[in-house]
């Protein structure tokens, strides 16, 4: 029994280094230019509307 415990806790940790590293490479890559633009387009659609209302 003592044997499984170990290998699922190796498997834990390998699984929380591999979910970390993939978590912290995406956070620098940043976000795309396009999807920039296309947030300032949707935030000044918000603003024109909120204005009208």
Do not use: A, H, Y
Not at 16 to 41: A, C, H, M, Y
């Amino acid at each position: 029994m003592l044997v499984q415990s170990d290998n699922r806790d190796d498997r834990e940790k390998v699984i929380d280094e591999n979910l970390r590293r993939v978590f912290d490479e995406t956070l620098e890559e940043g976000i795309p230019d396009r999807f920039k633009e296309l947030l300032s387009q949707l935030k000044k659609q918000e603003s024109g509307e909120g204005s009208r209302g």
